[in-house]
Structures are given as structure tokens and as C-alpha cells.
């Protein structure tokens, strides 16, 4: 069972009475800019701001009758604000308030988002240096290849996340538009003027045509940028389940005290929180097809995308929130084990020094053909017939024709594979 969401913050944000509030905050946004324009008394505005609010459980009540949540909200703020909430919502249609609060909320999330991921990022960083020259084995199709560091791993995760920062500020950019220009987007009853003086007040930028809402491709690049940060996630928790498997174990979730793995073997210990990361990642991933479906509406609109949209938008941004948490916190406290490390480098009895074999073997003049075949004889005699590697490389006429006993010794220092990891540090200024 996942546990109880711990973020108030972006729990808030989503929350039914945040949402009216935003809406609420729209709307006197506007009863202002009209004020300032000489539309309606600017006494009317301060007493709009003044009195106005709501009641979920009265707007609830309203609703059950007119089965719209727009004029229910409107017709409760009206019982508090009496005479003057006639200039409440004048000239605008539901979806002006409405999408303007929803792309409010989106930025809102991404900063929220934002956040998180530059505190993982700086996690990653940390735990990079930290292991910067740990050798340990490289997989390609899960098989050893050849040696690499842990903190290479890690920095690449943090390069990474570098890049989902950079996408979800550009996709907090793409949904920081507001939209007040009536019921198909001609400013047919309001001043185009109050849609601009409300979007900088309210910190966004008028989209330059809606219909009667704000296109739905914006949701979508949000949506799918959300996916992208969620894959990065699962990209990261899948490294660390694999590397705790028990015929690996080079890395492992920390296990607290007290902490049990399974109800019938004591001695489990399983990557769970890697394993939550990973599901919840295909949630977001999903949501990310339904934004897409979105962005087709008939004609000027329908209201097709606005159930999907009460479901993946808070979903979605709550997902990943906590997934990022939830990762940060897994990598601070990794354990990791570097004698496991070296054991595992060992473990294909120097099959992992193939290429360098090779590679010797052909700069004495052999042509690569031949020298590959000279090699991989032997190496399957490891994986075939469990013989050394190492000794039969020693052994066989044709590669000692070219190299000595000396040239074969030093193919087999892992030393070698790591000469450039500092300078690829230095990439990333560690």
C-alpha cells in the first residue's frame, strides 16, 4: 500500500476549494481591469473583493440543480457579494475563468515540480563525486562489456534530470497563458484590454487566439513533458532494482530498522520503493495519451477534454512530485557496496579485457578479422568450457606471435578504461 501522500503543498494546489479560489481570483482580476477601464464603479470592484467568496458545499447544492459548476459558483459568490456581483463574470464565458485558473494551477505545479528536481539533481551530483572512481562493470544487454565508475552513472542520471528541468520550464512557459475573450475567442462582449491587464496581474501571457477555450496542445506538451520527467524516474529505478538483485547486489535501497520484506521469508530485502516509482511512472505515461486525445474538440469546443482533464492534470503533477520525493530520497541513502563492485568485474575470469586484446593484437600490423577471430576463440572457451581466459590467451600461437607476455599483462588492468573519467567530470564541474 503506498503511503499517505506527505506534500501539503502540491496536495493543496489540486484541492477543490484552491481551484474556486483561482477561479475567484480570475474573476475579481477582471472585475478590476473593468473598474480600471471605467466598465463598471470602481466601488463596486472594491466591494467585489471585498465580500466576495464560496461555500464548496453551497456551490455542490447549486450544481445539483443547474448541472453547471460555473453558474453555481457564480450564484454563490452572488449571495455574499449582494447587488454588485451583476458585474461578476460580465462578458466572459465559463471557459475565460475556468482554462485561466487551470493553466494557473499547471505553472503552479511546475514550480512546485521545479523544485524537486533541481533537489534530486544536487542529490545526484553529491553521490557522483562521491563515487567518482569506483570501477565497477558496464552491462550492455545485461552482459558485461567493459569497466566504467559508479559515479558515471550517477552523473549521467543527473545530466539527465538537467535536461527535464530544462523541459519543464518550457512547458510551464507553454501553459503560463490566460484567456478572456469570450465564447469563441472574438472578444465579441469584453475588451480585449481587461484580458491583458489580467494576465499581468495574474503573471501570464494572453494566448494570441482561443476559441472559446485555450487550445488543448498546451495541456498536452505539459502532459507529455510530465511523461517524459516520470520515464527519467523509472530509467533510475530500474538501474537500482536490477543492481540489487541478489546475483548482482552492487546497490541497494536502505532497509531502516524494523523493516521487513516479506510475510513469509525474513530474509528478503526488496527494492519496493524503486518498484512504486516504476508503476507510477506508467500512470503518467498514460495520462500523457489522454492529453493527446484532448487536443481534438469539435468545432470551436466541446467539453469533452474536461472530465479527462479533473483526472490527469492533479494525477499526473501529484505523481510525479512524489515520485521525485520519493527518488531523492532513495539515491540519498543508497547503499552501495564496492567490493561488490570489483568482485563482479571479476567474475567473467577477464573476458571484460576482450578489446584490448584486440585492439593490441592490431596495431602489430594483424588485420582485425583475424585478430578478432584469434580472440573470441578463446574468450568462448571461458563461456562454453569454464577455462581462463587469460591463460589461453597466453597459450595461443597466434596472438603471442604479436604480443608478449608483458603487452598480454597490460591489457588486464581496469585502470586503463578509467584514464578519462576525470575529464568527463569535469563536464559536469565535479
Same mark, same amino acid.
Given at each position: ?136 562493470? =558496464? ?94 524516474? !523509472? ?22 530498522? =524494523? ?15 524503486? !518498484? ?155
Amino acid at each position: 500500500m503506498i503511503e499517505r501522500y506527505t506534500n501539503p503543498e502540491m496536495g493543496h494546489l489540486w484541492s477543490i476549494e484552491n481551484e474556486w479560489q483561482t477561479i475567484l481570483n480570475v474573476e475579481m482580476a477582471a472585475c478590476d481591469a473593468m473598474a480600471e477601464l471605467g466598465e463598471i464603479p470602481k466601488e463596486a470592484a472594491k466591494n467585489i473583493r471585498a465580500k466576495a467568496k464560496f461555500e464548496v458545499s453551497r456551490i455542490l447544492e447549486i450544481e445539483s440543480v443547474t448541472h453547471h459548476d460555473i453558474i453555481a459558483f457564480l450564484t454563490n459568490v452572488a449571495e455574499h457579494v449582494g447587488d454588485d456581483s451583476k458585474y461578476i463574470h460580465k462578458g466572459l464565458t465559463s471557459s475565460d475563468v475556468k482554462d485561466t485558473a487551470i493553466c494557473m494551477m499547471m505553472r503552479d505545479s511546475a514550480d512546485i515540480i521545479l523544485e524537486d528536481l533541481r533537489a534530486f539533481r544536487e542529490v545526484l551530483r553529491r553521490r557522483a563525486k562521491e563515487f567518482k572512481h569506483t570501477p565497477c562493470i =558496464g552491462r550492455t544487454h545485461g552482459i558485461h562489456a567493459e569497466p566504467m565508475t559508479f559515479g558515471l552513472k550517477l552523473a549521467l542520471w543527473s545530466a539527465e534530470i538537467e535536461r527535464d528541468i530544462e523541459r519543464v520550464e518550457h512547458a510551464k512557459k507553454v501553459v503560463s497563458v490566460g484567456k478572456l475573450s469570450g465564447a469563441v475567442g472574438t472578444y465579441s462582449n469584453i475588451d480585449p484590454r481587461i484580458e491583458e491587464l489580467v494576465c499581468k496581474k495574474l503573471g501570464l501571457t494572453p494566448v494570441p487566439l482561443a476559441t472559446q477555450v485555450i487550445q488543448r496542445d498546451r495541456h498536452a506538451e505539459y502532459m507529455t513533458t510530465l511523461a517524459i520527467v516520470a520515464s527519467t524516474l !523509472e530509467k533510475i529505478a530500474t538501474e537500482v532494482r536490477n543492481l540489487q538483485r541478489t546475483d548482482i547486489r552492487e546497490a541497494e535501497e536502505y532497509f531502516s530498522p =524494523g523493516q521487513k520484506g516479506s510475510s513469509a521469508m525474513p530474509h528478503k530485502r526488496n527494492p519496493i520503493n524503486c !518498484e512504486r516509482v516504476s508503476g507510477m511512472a506508467r500512470l503518467v505515461r498514460g495520462n500523457a495519451v489522454a492529453a493527446m486525445e484532448d487536443i481534438t474538440l469539435w468545432h470551436e469546443r466541446d467539453i469533452s477534454h474536461s472530465s479527462v482533464e479533473r483526472v490527469i492534470l492533479p494525477d499526473s503533477t501529484i505523481n510525479v512530485d512524489y515520485c521525485t520525493r520519493k527518488l531523492t530520497n532513495i539515491i540519498d541513502k543508497l547503499l552501495v557496496y564496492p567490493e561488490a563492485m570489483l568482485h563482479n568485474m571479476e567474475r567473467t575470469g577477464g573476458l571484460i579485457y576482450s578489446q584490448r586484446i584486440l585492439l593490441a593484437v592490431v596495431g602489430k600490423g594483424v588485420l582485425r578479422e583475424d585478430a578478432y577471430k584469434w580472440v573470441q576463440r578463446n574468450a568462448m572457451k571461458r563461456w562454453m568450457e569454464g577455462e581462463d581466459f587469460r591463460t589461453n590467451v597466453e597459450k595461443d600461437p597466434d596472438i603471442t606471435k604479436y604480443l608478449t607476455k608483458e603487452e598480454i599483462d597490460n591489457c588486464f588492468d581496469y585502470q586503463y578504461f578509467l584514464r578519462h573519467v576525470d575529464m568527463i567530470m569535469e563536464r559536469f564541474g565535479l
